[in-house]
């Protein structure tokens, strides 16, 4: 790795553009072959940027109500963990901790925990 990545940036970009609710500033920031889990299921969720893009598409950026607030983070290597209060997808905050992982072309593999 070189001394000018820097996974945490990575996750913050996301983080923003999340909030922001845009799609294009979001998806850049993953790689093309990103795999996403939640916990503590085995089999991924979503494979691929194109499956990620269509399903924050239809089923985040939708919502009106849509914040992430950010709660705490750590960085280990190149994962970046991040423990997230999430509003607006259900009546009451989602308590969610989202590891990522991260190479210097963007992240690759997430866990959700929730």
Not at 32 to 61: I, S
Not at 82 to 109: F, H, M
Request: aromatic share 10%; hydrophobic share 40%; charged share 25%.
């Amino acid at each position: 790795m070189s001394e000018s990545f820097d996974p945490e940036a990575f996750a913050q970009r996301q983080l923003d553009a999340y909030n922001d609710r845009d799609l294009e500033r979001f998806i850049n920031e993953y790689t093309e072959e990103v795999v996403v889990y939640r916990l503590p299921d085995t089999e991924p969720v979503l494979v691929g940027k194109a499956a990620l893009a269509e399903h924050y598409r239809t089923k985040r950026f939708n919502l009106p109500g849509l914040h992430a607030e950010l709660v705490n983070r750590m960085v280990l290597g190149n994962k970046v963990i991040d423990q997230e209060r999430v509003t607006g997808v259900q009546s009451t905050p989602l308590e969610v901790a989202a590891i990522y992982e991260v190479t210097p072309r963007g992240i690759c593999k997430v866990w959700f925990v929730s």
